[in-house]
Protein backbone atom coordinates (compact mmCIF):
# COMPACT_ATOMS: atom_id res chain seq x y z
CA UNK A 1 0.00 0.00 0.00
CA UNK A 2 1.33 3.84 -1.11
CA UNK A 3 0.78 6.57 1.11
CA UNK A 4 0.64 9.48 -0.42
CA UNK A 5 -0.44 13.18 1.27
CA UNK A 6 -1.74 16.01 -0.72
CA UNK A 7 -1.38 19.23 1.37
CA UNK A 8 -3.14 22.56 0.61
CA UNK A 9 -0.55 24.87 2.85
CA UNK A 10 -3.50 27.75 1.59
CA UNK A 11 -6.79 26.23 3.67
CA UNK A 12 -7.41 26.87 7.00
CA UNK A 13 -4.12 25.43 9.42
CA UNK A 14 -2.90 23.31 6.24
CA UNK A 15 0.42 24.34 6.43
CA UNK A 16 0.98 24.01 10.11
CA UNK A 17 -1.21 20.56 10.24
CA UNK A 18 1.74 19.34 7.81
CA UNK A 19 4.55 20.84 9.88
CA UNK A 20 3.31 18.92 12.88
CA UNK A 21 2.63 15.32 11.19
CA UNK A 22 6.04 15.58 8.97
CA UNK A 23 8.00 15.90 12.39
CA UNK A 24 6.40 12.76 13.62
CA UNK A 25 5.38 10.51 10.70
CA UNK A 26 7.93 7.22 11.11
CA UNK A 27 6.55 4.94 7.86
CA UNK A 28 7.14 5.42 3.81
CA UNK A 29 5.07 8.37 2.19
CA UNK A 30 5.15 11.06 -0.60
CA UNK A 31 3.98 14.71 -0.08
CA UNK A 32 2.37 16.59 -2.77
CA UNK A 33 1.69 20.38 -2.38
CA UNK A 34 -0.97 21.58 -4.81
CA UNK A 35 -0.60 24.61 -6.65
CA UNK A 36 -3.84 26.13 -8.12
CA UNK A 37 -7.59 25.16 -8.16
CA UNK A 38 -7.96 21.50 -9.42
CA UNK A 39 -4.43 20.33 -9.10
CA UNK A 40 -5.76 17.74 -6.45
CA UNK A 41 -7.58 16.21 -8.75
CA UNK A 42 -4.54 16.30 -11.47
CA UNK A 43 -1.99 14.56 -8.21
CA UNK A 44 -4.36 11.63 -7.24
CA UNK A 45 -5.36 10.78 -10.91
CA UNK A 46 -1.37 10.46 -11.73
CA UNK A 47 -0.97 8.51 -8.54
CA UNK A 48 -3.33 6.43 -9.05
CA UNK A 49 -2.19 5.75 -12.41
CA UNK A 50 1.27 4.49 -11.11
CA UNK A 51 -0.21 2.43 -8.41
CA UNK A 52 -1.83 -1.00 -7.41
CA UNK A 53 -3.09 0.07 -3.77
CA UNK A 54 -3.08 3.55 -2.84
CA UNK A 55 -3.87 5.59 0.17
CA UNK A 56 -4.38 9.51 -0.38
CA UNK A 57 -4.63 11.35 2.92
CA UNK A 58 -6.39 15.18 2.42
CA UNK A 59 -4.30 17.69 4.55
CA UNK A 60 -6.85 21.15 4.13
CA UNK A 61 -10.40 21.76 4.20
CA UNK A 62 -13.17 20.54 2.58
CA UNK A 63 -12.56 22.41 -0.96
CA UNK A 64 -9.19 19.74 -0.54
CA UNK A 65 -10.79 16.90 0.38
CA UNK A 66 -13.98 17.20 -2.88
CA UNK A 67 -10.73 17.62 -5.00
CA UNK A 68 -9.50 14.59 -4.18
CA UNK A 69 -12.22 12.65 -4.18
CA UNK A 70 -13.22 13.90 -7.86
CA UNK A 71 -9.85 11.94 -8.87
CA UNK A 72 -10.52 8.99 -6.20
CA UNK A 73 -13.71 8.10 -6.86
CA UNK A 74 -12.64 6.55 -10.84
CA UNK A 75 -9.75 4.07 -8.93
CA UNK A 76 -11.36 1.26 -6.85
CA UNK A 77 -8.24 0.46 -5.64
CA UNK A 78 -7.68 4.30 -3.79
CA UNK A 79 -8.46 5.06 -0.58
CA UNK A 80 -9.19 8.49 0.64
CA UNK A 81 -8.21 9.89 4.38
CA UNK A 82 -8.66 13.22 5.64
CA UNK A 83 -6.68 15.87 8.14
CA UNK A 84 -8.71 17.81 9.67
CA UNK A 85 -7.55 21.55 8.52
CA UNK A 86 -9.87 23.97 7.20
CA UNK A 87 -11.92 26.51 8.47
CA UNK A 88 -15.50 24.59 8.14
CA UNK A 89 -14.55 20.86 8.39
CA UNK A 90 -18.12 19.14 7.77
CA UNK A 91 -16.37 16.45 6.16
CA UNK A 92 -14.72 15.36 9.47
CA UNK A 93 -18.43 15.87 11.48
CA UNK A 94 -19.55 12.69 9.77
CA UNK A 95 -16.37 10.61 7.68
CA UNK A 96 -13.60 9.61 9.43
CA UNK A 97 -10.54 11.67 9.47
CA UNK A 98 -7.07 11.75 11.20
CA UNK A 99 -5.88 13.89 14.18
CA UNK A 100 -2.16 12.63 14.28
CA UNK A 101 0.51 11.02 12.96
CA UNK A 102 0.22 8.09 15.36
CA UNK A 103 -3.59 7.44 14.08
CA UNK A 104 -2.13 6.94 10.55
CA UNK A 105 0.51 4.77 11.23
CA UNK A 106 -2.10 3.11 13.52
CA UNK A 107 -4.82 2.39 10.23
CA UNK A 108 -1.98 2.12 8.38
CA UNK A 109 -0.72 -1.49 9.94
CA UNK A 110 -4.49 -2.29 9.89
CA UNK A 111 -5.76 -0.24 6.88
CA UNK A 112 -9.35 -0.68 7.48
CA UNK A 113 -12.03 1.25 5.13
CA UNK A 114 -16.23 1.92 5.03
CA UNK A 115 -17.77 2.80 1.36
CA UNK A 116 -19.82 5.73 1.20
CA UNK A 117 -22.28 7.28 -1.30
CA UNK A 118 -21.48 10.12 -3.50
CA UNK A 119 -23.79 13.02 -5.42
CA UNK A 120 -23.78 14.40 -8.51
CA UNK A 121 -24.94 17.95 -9.50
CA UNK A 122 -24.85 17.42 -13.69
CA UNK A 123 -21.70 16.52 -14.12
CA UNK A 124 -19.58 17.78 -10.89
CA UNK A 125 -19.68 14.77 -7.66
CA UNK A 126 -20.32 16.33 -4.05
CA UNK A 127 -19.61 14.24 -1.07
CA UNK A 128 -21.30 16.70 1.92
CA UNK A 129 -24.01 18.65 -0.19
CA UNK A 130 -24.49 20.58 -3.07
CA UNK A 131 -27.03 23.41 -3.07
CA UNK A 132 -28.33 26.99 -5.30
CA UNK A 133 -29.79 29.80 -3.86
CA UNK A 134 -29.25 31.40 -0.74
CA UNK A 135 -26.60 28.79 0.60
CA UNK A 136 -24.52 29.27 -2.72
CA UNK A 137 -24.89 33.13 -2.51
CA UNK A 138 -23.19 33.08 0.82
CA UNK A 139 -20.42 30.56 0.02
CA UNK A 140 -19.59 32.67 -3.38
CA UNK A 141 -19.68 35.94 -0.47
CA UNK A 142 -17.24 34.25 1.84
CA UNK A 143 -14.99 33.13 -0.70
CA UNK A 144 -14.48 36.61 -2.09
CA UNK A 145 -13.63 37.92 1.07
CA UNK A 146 -10.41 38.45 2.60
CA UNK A 147 -12.20 38.14 6.09
CA UNK A 148 -12.79 34.64 5.75
CA UNK A 149 -8.72 33.98 5.18
CA UNK A 150 -7.98 36.11 8.46
CA UNK A 151 -10.89 34.08 10.81
CA UNK A 152 -8.86 30.78 9.29
CA UNK A 153 -5.19 32.02 10.74
CA UNK A 154 -7.50 32.49 14.06
CA UNK A 155 -8.69 29.12 13.97
CA UNK A 156 -12.21 31.13 13.79
CA UNK A 157 -13.27 30.21 10.53
CA UNK A 158 -16.11 28.66 11.11
CA UNK A 159 -17.63 32.04 12.27
CA UNK A 160 -16.61 33.35 8.67
CA UNK A 161 -20.49 31.82 7.41
CA UNK A 162 -22.63 33.06 10.07
CA UNK A 163 -21.03 37.01 9.32
CA UNK A 164 -21.77 36.67 5.64
CA UNK A 165 -24.93 34.79 6.29
CA UNK A 166 -26.62 37.92 7.90
CA UNK A 167 -24.74 39.93 5.33
CA UNK A 168 -26.22 38.16 2.86
CA UNK A 169 -29.63 38.35 4.16
CA UNK A 170 -30.23 41.64 3.34
CA UNK A 171 -29.56 41.64 -0.41
CA UNK A 172 -30.54 38.49 -1.15
CA UNK A 173 -33.92 37.94 -3.50
CA UNK A 174 -35.65 34.58 -3.07
CA UNK A 175 -37.13 32.30 -6.58
CA UNK A 176 -39.12 29.96 -8.07
CA UNK A 177 -37.86 26.63 -8.42
CA UNK A 178 -39.84 22.97 -9.41
CA UNK A 179 -38.52 19.89 -7.92
CA UNK A 180 -39.54 16.37 -9.40
CA UNK A 181 -42.29 18.53 -10.59
CA UNK A 182 -43.58 20.19 -7.59
CA UNK A 183 -43.50 24.14 -7.85
CA UNK A 184 -42.17 25.87 -5.07
CA UNK A 185 -42.26 29.61 -4.59
CA UNK A 186 -40.03 32.76 -2.74
CA UNK A 187 -37.59 30.13 -2.40
CA UNK A 188 -34.50 30.84 -0.46
CA UNK A 189 -32.51 27.86 -1.08
CA UNK A 190 -32.24 24.41 -1.77
CA UNK A 191 -29.46 22.08 -0.30
CA UNK A 192 -29.13 18.25 -1.40
CA UNK A 193 -27.66 16.15 1.37
CA UNK A 194 -24.99 13.10 1.71
CA UNK A 195 -24.61 13.67 4.97
CA UNK A 196 -26.06 16.41 7.75
CA UNK A 197 -23.90 18.93 8.31
CA UNK A 198 -22.95 22.09 6.24
CA UNK A 199 -21.50 25.61 7.00
CA UNK A 200 -19.89 24.71 9.40
CA UNK A 201 -22.03 22.48 11.72
CA UNK A 202 -25.24 23.17 10.53
CA UNK A 203 -27.41 20.61 10.96
CA UNK A 204 -29.23 20.78 7.36
CA UNK A 205 -30.08 17.81 6.90
CA UNK A 206 -30.17 15.99 10.41
CA UNK A 207 -31.39 12.39 9.14
CA UNK A 208 -29.00 11.87 6.52
CA UNK A 209 -26.65 8.91 5.93
CA UNK A 210 -23.57 8.78 3.49
CA UNK A 211 -24.21 4.80 2.72
CA UNK A 212 -27.64 4.87 2.72
CA UNK A 213 -28.82 4.86 -1.48
CA UNK A 214 -30.26 8.26 -0.42
CA UNK A 215 -29.70 12.12 -0.51
CA UNK A 216 -32.17 14.76 1.37
CA UNK A 217 -33.42 17.72 -0.19
CA UNK A 218 -34.17 20.34 2.36
CA UNK A 219 -36.07 23.58 0.86
CA UNK A 220 -36.33 26.79 2.66
CA UNK A 221 -39.71 29.07 1.35
CA UNK A 222 -42.04 31.41 1.93
CA UNK A 223 -40.29 32.84 4.78
CA UNK A 224 -39.54 36.74 5.98
CA UNK A 225 -36.00 37.77 6.12
CA UNK A 226 -36.25 37.72 10.37
CA UNK A 227 -37.72 34.55 9.91
CA UNK A 228 -35.20 33.16 7.73
CA UNK A 229 -32.53 34.09 10.76
CA UNK A 230 -34.73 32.51 13.59
CA UNK A 231 -34.42 29.10 11.08
CA UNK A 232 -30.64 28.94 10.48
CA UNK A 233 -30.41 30.33 14.67
CA UNK A 234 -31.71 26.45 15.32
CA UNK A 235 -30.17 24.70 12.17
CA UNK A 236 -27.33 23.80 14.30
CA UNK A 237 -29.22 21.00 16.08
CA UNK A 238 -31.42 20.16 13.37
CA UNK A 239 -34.41 22.56 14.95
CA UNK A 240 -35.37 24.22 11.78
CA UNK A 241 -37.26 21.05 10.66
CA UNK A 242 -40.07 21.65 12.99
CA UNK A 243 -40.79 25.07 10.51
CA UNK A 244 -43.65 24.83 8.47
CA UNK A 245 -41.55 26.33 6.24
CA UNK A 246 -39.12 24.12 6.08
CA UNK A 247 -39.49 21.06 3.58
CA UNK A 248 -37.51 17.89 3.94
CA UNK A 249 -37.55 15.24 0.92
CA UNK A 250 -35.83 11.93 0.30
CA UNK A 251 -34.79 10.13 -2.85
CA UNK A 252 -32.12 8.81 -5.20
CA UNK A 253 -33.02 11.59 -7.81
CA UNK A 254 -33.57 15.31 -7.96
CA UNK A 255 -34.72 17.01 -11.14
CA UNK A 256 -34.51 21.37 -10.55
CA UNK A 257 -35.75 23.23 -12.90
CA UNK A 258 -35.29 27.72 -12.19
CA UNK A 259 -36.26 30.25 -14.28
CA UNK A 260 -33.23 31.94 -13.86
CA UNK A 261 -29.05 31.85 -13.64
CA UNK A 262 -28.62 31.39 -10.04
CA UNK A 263 -25.46 30.89 -7.28
CA UNK A 264 -24.98 27.33 -6.78
CA UNK A 265 -22.38 25.32 -4.66
CA UNK A 266 -21.30 21.71 -4.75
CA UNK A 267 -18.87 21.03 -1.23
CA UNK A 268 -18.70 24.55 -0.59
CA UNK A 269 -17.18 25.32 -4.54
CA UNK A 270 -19.29 28.03 -5.57
CA UNK A 271 -20.35 28.57 -9.52
CA UNK A 272 -23.16 29.81 -11.61
CA UNK A 273 -25.50 27.96 -12.55
CA UNK A 274 -25.35 27.34 -16.91
CA UNK A 275 -28.36 25.74 -17.48
CA UNK A 276 -32.27 26.41 -16.00
CA UNK A 277 -32.51 22.49 -15.33
CA UNK A 278 -29.99 20.67 -12.81
CA UNK A 279 -30.02 16.83 -12.50
CA UNK A 280 -29.08 15.23 -9.42
CA UNK A 281 -28.60 11.82 -8.51
CA UNK A 282 -26.88 9.36 -5.20
CA UNK A 283 -23.99 7.35 -6.87
CA UNK A 284 -23.99 4.26 -4.12
CA UNK A 285 -20.71 3.07 -2.90
CA UNK A 286 -18.05 5.13 -5.00
CA UNK A 287 -15.59 5.20 -2.56
CA UNK A 288 -13.43 4.33 0.39
CA UNK A 289 -12.59 6.11 3.88
CA UNK A 290 -10.14 5.08 5.17
CA UNK A 291 -11.64 4.45 8.92
CA UNK A 292 -9.68 5.66 12.45
CA UNK A 293 -10.44 3.40 15.32
Given amino acids: MQLAFIVNETAGQGKQVWAQLAQTLTIPYSVHKTRCPQHATEIVTQLARDADALCVIAVGGDGTIHEVLQGAIHYPHVIVGAC ?4 GNDFARTF ?6 ADIER ?5 RTT ?25 QLANMSTLKKKL ?36 WFVTIS ?22 ECTIVHRLSRLKLLSVFMTVFWGGHTRFREVTQLQDETFSLHVREALP ?9 NDTLH ?8 RWQNAQNE
Fill in 278 to 285: VHVAVQPH
Fill in 107 to 111: WYAQQ
Fill in 84 to 87: RAGS
Fill in 194 to 215: NQPYFGGGMKIAPHSKTDDGML
Fill in 264 to 272: CHVDGEAFI
Fill in 152 to 187: NRLSLGKLSYVYFLIKGLMTYNTFSVDINGVQYDRV
Fill in 115 to 139: THDVGSWDERIFMNNAGIGFDAYVV
Fill in 96 to 101: STFSSA
